[in-house]
């Protein structure tokens, strides 16, 4: 029988964190080498120089926390800078297109970089190695190179969709980028092709030798304000010296008798919760999985979440969310009462259907004994740059604030943008049965809503559970597989819903997930990435 498992949409990451496991390190331990090599070999992805939740549960230690990392805004933003350039918003809600790109790509697109410090102090709190005892695999990553593998090639192909830049740029358009990530003849290399970052092999190094302090305050931070200070960056040493992870109680619900912890605002857990409390008023099991009332049912559900997060839902330190009343049982009961009544929440966006690009990763690790870790990681859709022979991509978290102001999501200097990331345990009593998550920009909480919905009121494992066919309603539009039956969608389109069909047999997010049932652990790692869930 497995003692330990992870799951991850990149195998060399799963590997790392199972060498680790089998090491003696801990569930922490495990998390963070696996992340530390998904920012080697998927490096648009994630990176040190992200954001991201880390959810904990070690039931031995009593503990249950969350690490927040999310990316704030530098300290010289304001709020009125870019309300001159907005051409629009993107289709689905998932950030601004500005004149000039300067929110996506370039030296103003990104936020404070929390992803390392974040990981060290996991390890420091929860773990039983260290950053230099964890970090080796990564470095060898870099050091002798990765075959490209063909979602990180997908990605660097992606063209312009939304009004947003083709991917490419992000490594074509800063020289820095270039002469990592391109040929000698300006191509990127093609699948199964090996790439080398010696830079980053000797940034990681540095951390190992000198810790994570350097990268705040030392050597490394010089050279990043350095970096900033001659390009236009908005962030600066003042950033980098202030910033700092978040340390969180889990935000709870219940759900069908079982209890269920996600994480706070500015996280999607909100959502997650308000979408739980909603459809734990109809009998979905009942329905039918992905039946014509099934999928209507839960998509207003997802609308609902949608246009709550749109409207109340931000960073707390800025923005008065009502709490009290979005996770309430009594405000969910009214709106499955308007569900009901056949009132379609509407979600409007400029040309809402066309895809958009799902930039972030994912990892679970769990252990027979309960312990898990379920962390989402990101760079947002990766700002290009890197500043020269350190070898790590700042995210672009900037792009996802609202660039007008006196808005729930607008700019501020020190603001945290809403982010979907929202790794989520599910618990039968005090036991984790299920920890989820997933990289996937907007479609991040429909995703892990989903692989929930298929664990507890359809019994599914694992597997099963993120692999299952998939819809997405984050604006009027209702999106589905290829895999949902045509007569499927016929039926909704009689009840007046748009539907756009994807080509693709499955859609983004990318759900990875670790059940525990009886003592015995089975994990799901979603078919339309690269990865696996294995065990030891």
């Known amino acids: ?130 950053l230099s005892d964890v970090i080796g695999p990564a470095i060898n990553w870099c050091e002798n190179g990765f075959p490209v593998r063909p979602h990180v090639h997908h990605f660097w192909m992606q063209p312009a969709m939304s009004g947003r830049i083709e991917r490419i740029r992000v490594l074509r358009d800063h020289p820095a980028a270039a002469k990592i990530y391109l040929k000698p003849d300006g191509t990127p290399r093609s699948v199964g092709e090996r790439l080398h970052n010696s830079d980053m092999a000797r940034t990681f190094a540095r951390l190992a030798s000198q810790g994570v302090d350097d990268f705040y305050h030392g050597e490394i931070a010089h050279r990043i304000d350095a970096d900033m200070r001659a390009h236009g960056g908005l962030l600066s040493a003042r950033d980098l010296e202030q910033c700092s992870t978040e340390s969180s109680e889990p935000l709870w619900t219940t759900y069908r008798g079982c209890r269920v912890a996600t994480n706070q605002p500015p996280g999607g857990g909100l959502m997650i919760v308000l979408m739980l409390n909603i459809l734990e008023q109809f009998d979905l099991a009942a329905m039918g999985h992905n039946s014509p009332d099934y999928i209507a049912t839960v998509s207003e559900a997802m609308k609902i979440a949608t246009a709550e997060k749109d409207a109340r839902m931000g960073d707390p330190r800025f923005v008065d969310i009502p709490m009290a009343e979005l996770t309430s049982k009594a405000f969910a009961e009214r709106m499955a009462q308007r569900i009901r009544s056949g009132i379609k929440t509407s979600v409007p966006r400029m040309n809402a259907g066309s895809p958009e690009s799902k930039d972030t990763t994912h990892i679970c690790v769990a252990d027979a004994s309960g312990a898990c870790v379920t962390m989402t990681h990101s760079l947002g859709s990766s700002s290009g740059v890197i500043t020269d022979g350190l070898g790590f991509m700042y995210n672009n978290a900037m792009m996802v604030f609202d660039p007008r102001p006196g808005r729930a999501g607008s700019l501020a200097p020190g603001k945290a943008r809403f982010t979907a990331l929202s790794p989520t345990i599910v618990f039968r009593g005090d036991t984790p049965f299920f920890a989820v998550g997933s990289p996937g920009g907007t479609t991040i909480t429909m995703g892990n809503l989903q692989a929930i919905l298929n664990a507890v009121d359809f019994g599914m494992n694992a597997q099963d559970a993120v692999q299952a066919p998939r819809f997405c309603a984050t604006s009027d539009t209702i999106e589905l597989t290829n895999r949902i039956l045509h007569s499927i969608q016929r039926a909704l389109e009689s009840r007046g819903y748009p539907v756009m069909r994807h080509a693709y047999s499955h859609m983004f997010p990318l759900v990875h997930a670790i059940r525990l049932v009886d003592g015995r652990l089975d994990g799901g790692a979603d078919p339309a990435g690269d990865g696996m869930a294995a065990a030891i």
């Open 1 to 130: 029988m497995a003692r330990a498992m992870v799951s991850a949409p990149q195998p060399e990451a799963v590997e790392a964190g199972l060498d680790m496991l089998a090491a003696g390190g801990n569930v922490v331990d495990a998390a963070v080498c696996a992340g530390l090599v998904q920012a080697a070999v998927d490096p648009q992805m994630c990176g040190i120089a992200g954001f991201g939740s880390m959810h904990i549960h070690l039931p031995a230690q009593g503990v249950h926390t969350l690490i927040d990392f999310h990316g704030r805004a530098p300290l010289a933003t304001r709020p009125d800078m870019w309300q001159d350039r907005i051409v629009r918003e993107c289709d689905d809600g998932f950030g601004f297109v500005l004149r000039g790109e300067v929110n996506e790509i370039g030296y103003q697109s990104m936020t404070t970089p929390l992803t390392i410090k974040a990981f060290d102090e996991a390890l420091k709190r929860f773990g039983t190695k260290k």
